[in-house]
């Protein structure tokens, strides 16, 4: 029985306040120090699904700073609970999945907001299991519209989309009503959700808004591009550094507190509903100038080999970034850059990896 099966088969969940104890005492730094922003959620039912994981749990961590009674449901497949370890007191966790219809009826009952976040968020391992990226990210995101539906709930959707949707496009900077042509597994069934999604607010009324996130990055995360590079140099101690592909792809990066001031933003606005976001920061940053900043950042220049792989993986694209205008539109400002982000990240994975190759000179934010 695999990890799908054993949610399918009957395994209960269990609802929770976690107390302090449930886990080891790691002290999390205040991430969102530049956001200052309210929105009116105080007081506000918020759903977080995969709200333990790098984007949910940043999000938690803010939306109970605004005052919402935030409800997490996570069923831990590639999160840490311990991301949530200065919040515990102040949500209820959800430990269930979410294709099981009797839990997510239950949770998405009285809710206002449902930040919908849970999924397989990664594209190699879409390729690897793509039963399980298909069962969460489509199938999970029916059970939800279903659920809210058949239990007459009020609560609107803010969809955790994907670049990937739009597969390899046929020209950047890429705007919301370029081709939807995904080449991953991955990309396939984020889009199939958004469908979903889209579908269910055209023919049940259910409030639904796609945010198509470009790459995050940011303190909890545990995978992608630069998780990745700091992951392998501290293995190598800072010697070595293997980068896939040839290092020219340029990328996207947003800053997570930046996304969740998207969300945030978004949900709140009526002439968002029905619509699908960029969310990004529409400055591309190429894979070898990302190499350059995180070795200038952690003073390893010239001290480190580069090796390009020349080649990358199944499903990844050339070229990928954001036109923002309509995001702007909204009002939103992506206000972290790419070096003082980055900054912020080597210092959180060092206070939580403890990596003697960054020395705490070179990474003062
Ligand atoms: N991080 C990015 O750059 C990025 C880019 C594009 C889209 N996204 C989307 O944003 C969302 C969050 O991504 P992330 O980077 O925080 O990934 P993550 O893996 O850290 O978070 C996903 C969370 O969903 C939970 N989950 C997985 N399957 C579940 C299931 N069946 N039931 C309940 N919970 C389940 C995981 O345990 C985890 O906590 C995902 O929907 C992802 O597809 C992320």
């Avoid at 209960?12 to 302090?20: A, C, D, I, V, Y």
């Avoid at 609970?81 to 430990?95: K, Q, R, T």
């Avoid at 990240?345 to 060092?350: A, V």
Wanted: net charge neutral; proline share 3%.
């Amino acid at each position: 029985m695999d990890h799908s099966d054993k949610w399918i088969h009957g395994y209960s969940h269990l609802r929770t306040k976690l107390q302090k104890g449930w886990c080891k005492n790691v002290n999390l730094t205040e991430f969102h120090t530049n956001v200052n922003s309210n929105y009116g959620y105080e007081g506000l039912r918020v759903l977080v699904t995969g709200g333990a994981g790098f984007i949910g749990a940043n999000l938690t961590k803010k939306l109970v700073r605004l005052g919402a009674e935030v409800t997490v449901l996570d069923n831990l497949y590639s999160s840490d609970i311990n991301n949530l370890v200065d919040v515990f007191e102040s949500i209820d966790f959800v430990y269930g999945d979410i294709r099981d219809h009797q839990v997510v009826e239950a949770e998405v009952r009285d809710q206002d907001l449902i930040f919908h976040e849970a999924a397989n968020a990664s594209v190699p391992n879409s390729v690897k299991d793509t039963q399980y990226d298909l069962e969460t990210n489509a199938r999970g995101t029916l059970t939800i519209l279903n659920a809210i539906v058949k239990t007459d709930s009020d609560a609107k959707v803010i969809y955790a989309s994907s670049a990937a949707v739009y597969g390899e496009p046929p020209s950047v900077p890429v705007r919301e009503d370029f081709p939807l042509s995904p080449i991953s597994p991955y990309g396939i069934t984020k889009l199939t959700g958004e469908h979903y999604g889209m579908t269910f607010y055209h023919n049940y009324g259910v409030p639904f808004i796609s945010l198509r996130y470009f790459n995050v990055y940011g303190p909890l995360q545990r995978r992608y591009v630069m998780y990745d590079f700091l992951w392998k140099l501290s293995q190598s101690r800072g010697s070595r550094l293997e980068v896939l592909g040839d290092g020219n792809q340029a990328r996207d990066f947003i800053f997570v507190s930046d996304a969740v001031e998207a969300n945030l933003l978004l949900a709140m606005k009526p002439m968002a509903v029905g619509e699908s976001f960029n969310v990004a920061t529409g400055e591309p940053t190429t894979i070898k100038e990302l190499v350059e900043l995180t070795l200038e950042a952690l003073g390893l220049q010239g001290k480190t080999r580069i090796v390009y792989t020349g080649k990358s993986w199944k499903g990844d694209v050339t070229n990928l970034y954001a036109d923002i205008t309509k995001l702007k539109k909204v009002g939103f400002k992506p206000k972290v850059g790419i070096s003082r982000g980055l900054r912020t990240l080597l210092n959180w994975f060092k206070e939580r990896h403890g990596s003697t190759f960054i020395t705490s000179s070179c990474v003062t934010a």
